[in-house]
C-alpha cells in the first residue's frame, strides 16, 4: 500500500521566518510527487516533480526530490501571512496516466504577524 | 483561467437517500477524478475516469457509489444509499497531461 507521511503536521512561525516542510513517501512504481496548498477548500496546485534533485522555484517557494531517499521538501522563504494554510504533499504511481494521487495528511502552517 | 466547478457546494441529505454531486471539468481535460475528503483526515481517492470508463478505483468505491459522464461537460459522482459516515468534502479533479486540478469541493452532511 502507497504511504506517505509528512513532518510536522503543525507548525508556526512569525512572517519573514523560513519553514521547511517534510513529505516522505513509499510507493511502488513512482511516477511523480505534488505539493498542493490547501486554504478554505481545493486543493491549488504548487509543484510537480519528477527527477531526483532539480529544484522547482515559483516565487518564495521551492521544492526538491530525492529519489534515493525517497523524500521531497518544500520550502517557503520571507514568509507572510497568506502563507498559512495546509500543505499536502501527495505521490503518484505509474500505473496510467489516471491513477489516483496518494495524500498525506498535510502540515498545517500558521504565520503569526 | 480555466477552472474545474462544482455543484452543489453543500448538501444535506437524509440517511438512506441518494444523492448525485456534480463536476464541470476543464475542458480538453481527459481524465477525472474523484476524491473525499472527512473532516481533519486526509484527502482519499475514490475513483479514476478516462476514456469513458472507470480506470482505477479505490477500496473506498463500492457498490453504493457510481460515476458518469452523461455529456461532453460534466462528470457526475452519485451515492445510491447514503450513510452517516458518508458526510464528508467530495472533490473533483481532472488533468491534461500531468498535475491533476481540483474543484472547490461539495460538502455533504448526511443526518
Known amino acids: 500500500e502507497d504511504k506517505v507521511v509528512q513532518s510536522p503536521l503543525s507548525l508556526v512561525v512569525h512572517e519573514g521566518d523560513t519553514v521547511t516542510l517534510n513529505c516522505s513517501y513509499e510507493?511502488?512504481?513512482?511516477?511523480?510527487l505534488l505539493w498542493y496548498k490547501q486554504e478554505k477548500k481545493a486543493p491549488t496546485f504548487l509543484f510537480m516533480l519528477?527527477?531526483?534533485?532539480i529544484e522547482k522555484k515559483s516565487g518564495r517557494l521551492s521544492s526538491i526530490l530525492d529519489k534515493k531517499e525517497l523524500f521531497s521538501i518544500l520550502n517557503i522563504t520571507a514568509t507572510q501571512t497568506g502563507d498559512s494554510a495546509v500543505y499536502l504533499c501527495?505521490?503518484?504511481?505509474?500505473?496510467?496516466?489516471?491513477?489516483?494521487?496518494?495524500f498525506g495528511k498535510g502540515t498545517h502552517l500558521i504565520i503569526q504577524p | 483561467e480555466p477552472e474545474v466547478t462544482q455543484t452543489p457546494s453543500h448538501q444535506v441529505t437524509q440517511m438512506g437517500q441518494e444523492v448525485i454531486l456534480r463536476c464541470v471539468p476543464i475542458s480538453n481535460h481527459l481524465y477525472f477524478y474523484w476524491y473525499r475528503q472527512i473532516l481533519g483526515q486526509k484527502v482519499e481517492f475514490l475513483v479514476s475516469?478516462?476514456?469513458?470508463?472507470?480506470?482505477?478505483k479505490s477500496e473506498i468505491f463500492d457498490d453504493q457509489f457510481s460515476v458518469e459522464r452523461p455529456d461532453g461537460s460534466n462528470f457526475t459522482l452519485k451515492i445510491r444509499s447514503t450513510k452517516l459516515e458518508d458526510s464528508a468534502m467530495y472533490f473533483c479533479?481532472?488533468?491534461?497531461?500531468?498535475?491533476?486540478?481540483f474543484g472547490p469541493g461539495t460538502r455533504l452532511t448526511v443526518t
Open positions: 479533479a481532472s488533468r491534461q497531461f500531468y498535475e491533476q486540478y
Open positions: 475516469f478516462y476514456n469513458n470508463e472507470i480506470s482505477e
Open positions: 510507493v511502488t512504481n513512482f511516477r511523480s
Open positions: 501527495a505521490v503518484e504511481s505509474s500505473g496510467g496516466g489516471a491513477d489516483g494521487l496518494t
Open positions: 519528477t527527477s531526483s534533485g
